[in-house]
């Protein structure tokens, strides 16, 4: 049994699934790559992809290798014995259970910041994103440390790319 069916899980229930293992996977529906308007850093994805489209296709590979996925918020856990037993409005037992529950980002408290992530005007992660926005005018939101912290990372993507770009003449930003 899997808790958690974001990218994590549902690789999970892929791989699990190819082990010719029975998987269940049990998912809330809010995983975190949800928010993702186009992620270009994607192996495989050259063009990019958008994290509800990778997600409907993690799921379709995931189900085609066996797994059941069932859109449930699982409530509790408990152990009987050797196995375990998890109860949502279904119940399953299993032998193992791996917990993919992602984690949940906190939001600068600013009226719209989903719909702000959502459409890529507000980002979370200058590891993921930083690329995207090189070259462009940025502000960091965040308790000072962190805020420094990020943009000191997305100070240090400026020049060496830019420098690549302009000797090759070529400026698409
Ligand atoms: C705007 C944005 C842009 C990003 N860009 C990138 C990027 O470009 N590249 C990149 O690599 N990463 C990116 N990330 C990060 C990426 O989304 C996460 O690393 C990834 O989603 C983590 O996958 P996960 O499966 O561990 O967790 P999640 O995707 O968060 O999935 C966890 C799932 O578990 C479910 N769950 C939790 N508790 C329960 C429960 N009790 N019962 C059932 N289900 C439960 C949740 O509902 C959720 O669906 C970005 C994130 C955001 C928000």
Not at 138 to 167: C, T, W, Y
């Amino acid at each position: 049994m899997i808790v958690g069916g974001g990218p994590a899980g549902l690789a999970a229930a892929t791989y699990l699934g190819r082990f010719r293992r029975r998987v269940v996977v049990f998912d809330a529906g809010e995983s975190r790559a949800k928010l993702i308007a186009i992620t270009r850093n994607c192996p495989g994805f050259p063009d990019g992809i958008s994290g509800p489209e990778l997600l409907s296709r993690l799921r379709q590979q995931a189900l085609l290798s066996g797994a059941e996925l069932r859109e449930e918020a699982l409530q509790d856990i408990k152990r009987d014995g050797a196995e375990f037993i998890a109860a949502g409005p279904t119940s399953v037992r299993a032998g193992a259970v791996l917990l993919a529950t992602g984690v949940v980002d906190t939001l600068p408290d600013i009226p719209l910041a989903t719909d702000m992530i959502r459409g890529g005007t507000m980002r979370l992660c200058p590891i993921c994103d930083g690329y995207e926005i090189i070259d462009k005018r940025v502000a960091v939101i965040g308790p000072l440390k962190e805020a420094m912290r990020k943009a000191s990372f997305l100070r240090n993507l400026h020049p060496r790319p830019h420098r690549a770009r302009d000797q090759r003449g070529v400026s698409d930003r």
